[in-house]
């Protein structure tokens, strides 16, 4: 065990090193007491790293999803929610540690409503005003022929999920206990079982 250990802190040290050593250089530590007065550097250039690894991610993704032919929607459903959900999952871990189970649910939620009302509210407002008219997100939704749209297919899935998830904390009176985090963990093995094999056997927005 040792040497597993040994290794995959090695491995952290190797993946981690090059983003360390450029954060390090370019956002100023207000930690320190000399550099105190430059929290707004800090912040400009945390929120600047944070574009642009969330750019590479999305391209190597959608690269990813190109290979293993799995459309840009499943792969942004599934795979990209889930590696901007980590930051808000340890935030809720660690505040649930601490016995803030009520601050642990707030954060789930609130991230959510931001990502969903600015998130995708500002970018399609400028696309917007920069196309001078409405944006189209898939081609495939304006086929009359389909009997579903996928983006109204899993829209209804997620609400259904919100709905069993209210039903379940409410059976538990609204307390966190293990079923209930298992009972979460299955349900999410589950929505992403579905979506990846509804892609890759149905050739995603066919059925």
Known sequence: MPTVRFGLRYLYFLVAFPFQFLFSFTIPNCSKPHLKKFYFISFFMSVIWIAVLSFGMVFLVERFGCIVRIDDYVMGLVFVAAGTSVP??????IVAREGHGDMAVSNALGSNVFDINLGLG?????KCIYLRGDLVLSNEVMDQNLLIKPHSKFGLILLGILIFVYLLISCQKFRLTKPVGFSLIVMYIIFVSYSIFQEI?????KC
């Open 201 to 205: 056997l149905c050739e995603g927005t």
């Open 122 to 126: 500002l970018p399609f407002v400028i």
């Open 88 to 93: 808000d999952a340890l935030s809720s871990i």
